[in-house]
């Protein structure tokens, strides 16, 4: 699918650049482009409601401010686009993440990356058209990548990095107050990027947790090599009890908040770098990863796949791509059909994103071959893939979106769109409403 051409759409997204040191010669920024779905700690930013046949999701719109959409996936029609609040810049960090709790009540929570998260609760079940409420902040004194899930009934759920750790907090009452913060890990003024997933189900739900640590040297030893600062290794945790207690993979037991030395490391990367992408759950409930393993002096990237079984990781190649904020995502067809989309052949060299191409596993994650290229000729990147949370119980027809523009530095245009894609389209479309 060519995607030379911008078509008019009322769902447009941030453009945004981050990174004014640490990069590879002759480039000014480390990634910039089509953020309106950035980025991979942001999630969930769609939700699929089996009771509503439809999927809601979020974005960062072309004023970096937070708005919503929803897909009917019976009368395949998109709503029309509501603006829900707005940011103070256009810092891509501030983007939306979704929640729809028991009641079908719906959370929106923004304005993070050092500052309050805001959040809102729709006036009414599954409908993002009424008044929305405004809830308590969540403070801290500030927060990033709100990663909001219920695990128990009648209980609202978030994790969050709070410099240098990561934290979560409880809402039993809709989010109009918040319970104490309590730490989960914490790595000695290190600070944390990390991903969670939750089951979907009967209640209490588990969640998982993986997690790197920011490092790479000194700002003058990294200026010097012209690295952009890495995120080191990759660890693990989870709570079946909506976090009251939490565990390594084979069930040992961890005390709060987890240090560095007691983190159950699964993934060293040496002095490379590691990117999490995407954490899903298979239809066994074990957790799956997806992440890239980067060389930061030339931003050659190693597309990896981990599991766990039997309490057991393992751990599986599936591609190459030139920029370590290639950001895609995978999806869970069934057991035997497991799917990684991701902007993995180069549009813009070495520049973040691309065209998106799919690449399937057939025998659990063990190996990875090419299936097919959703855009191609593009002139411009797509990047930052999100797969609906709940995907697995809808049809195969808005299973994920992702963010496209001009990766660029300065750009020949900001204007960036918003596509969707499922297995059973002919192809990626862009997002409008009334389609």
């Given amino acids: ?86 940011n103070p810049d256009m810092d891509a960090h501030r983007n939306p993440t979704l929640l729809i709790d028991e009641d079908g009540f719906i959370y929106v929570f923004y304005g993070a990356h050092g500052h309050p998260t805001h959040v809102l609760r729709s006036g009414s079940p599954l409908d993002i058209g009424a008044a929305w409420d405004a809830r308590a902040d969540i403070v801290d004194p500030g927060t990033s990548y709100p990663q909001p899930f219920q695990l128990l009934p009648g209980e609202l759920f978030v994790s969050y990095r709070q410099q240098p750790g990561w934290r979560f907090r409880r809402s039993g009452d809709g989010g109009q107050t918040w319970a104490d913060p309590i730490d989960i890990a914490a790595f000695d003024g290190c600070a944390i990027y990390g991903i969670t997933i939750a089951e ?47 565990k390594q ?21 040496g002095e490379r770098g590691v990117w999490l992408k995407d954490i899903q759950l298979s239809q066994e409930g074990d957790p799956l990863v997806l992440f890239i393993d980067g060389d930061v002096s030339n931003f050659h990237s190693e597309w990896k796949f981990a599991r766990l079984r039997d309490k057991a990781w393992s751990f599986s190649d599936v591609c190459t791509s030139d920029h370590m904020y290639d950001d895609g995502a995978l999806a869970v067809l069934d057991d035997r059909d497991l799917r990684m989309y991701g902007p993995v052949r180069a549009s813009q060299p070495v520049e973040d994103g691309g065209e998106i191409e799919v690449w399937q596993s057939v025998d659990g994650g063990t ?11 593009s002139k411009y990147s797509h990047n930052n893939v999100k797969i609906v949370y709940n995907h697995g119980s809808q049809s195969g027809d808005f299973r994920m ?30 997002i409008r409403s009334g389609e």
């Fill in 1 to 86: 699918m060519s995607t030379d051409d911008f078509e008019e759409s009322d769902y447009q997204g941030v453009w945004y650049f981050c990174g004014t040191a640490n990069v590879l010669p002759g480039k000014t920024y480390v990634y910039s482009g089509p953020m309106a779905t950035y980025s991979a700690w942001h999630r969930p930013m769609a939700v699929y409601s089996a009771e509503a046949n439809s999927t809601f999701f979020v974005y960062g719109n072309e004023e970096n401010a937070p708005a919503i959409g929803k897909y009917d996936h019976s009368a395949k029609s998109f709503s029309r686009p509501i603006v829900l609040g707005s």
């Fill in 200 to 246: 979907t189900g009967d209640y209490p739900r588990k969640l998982h947790f993986v997690w790197s640590r920011l490092g790479g040297g000194t700002e003058e030893e990294i200026r010097g090599k012209h690295l952009w600062a890495r995120r080191y290794n990759i660890y693990y945790a989870c709570t079946e009890d909506g976090g009251k207690t939490w």
């Fill in 249 to 269: 993979s084979d069930g040992t037991p961890y005390e709060l908040p987890i240090s560095e030395d007691n983190a159950e490391k699964i993934y060293d990367c």
């Fill in 367 to 377: 190996n990875w071959s090419h299936l097919e290229s959703l855009t191609e000729h």
């Fill in 401 to 430: 979106m992702w963010s496209y523009g001009d990766s660029l530095w300065p750009a020949s245009s900001e204007a960036v769109r918003i596509y969707c894609y499922g297995e059973n389209r002919d192809g990626p479309i862009v």
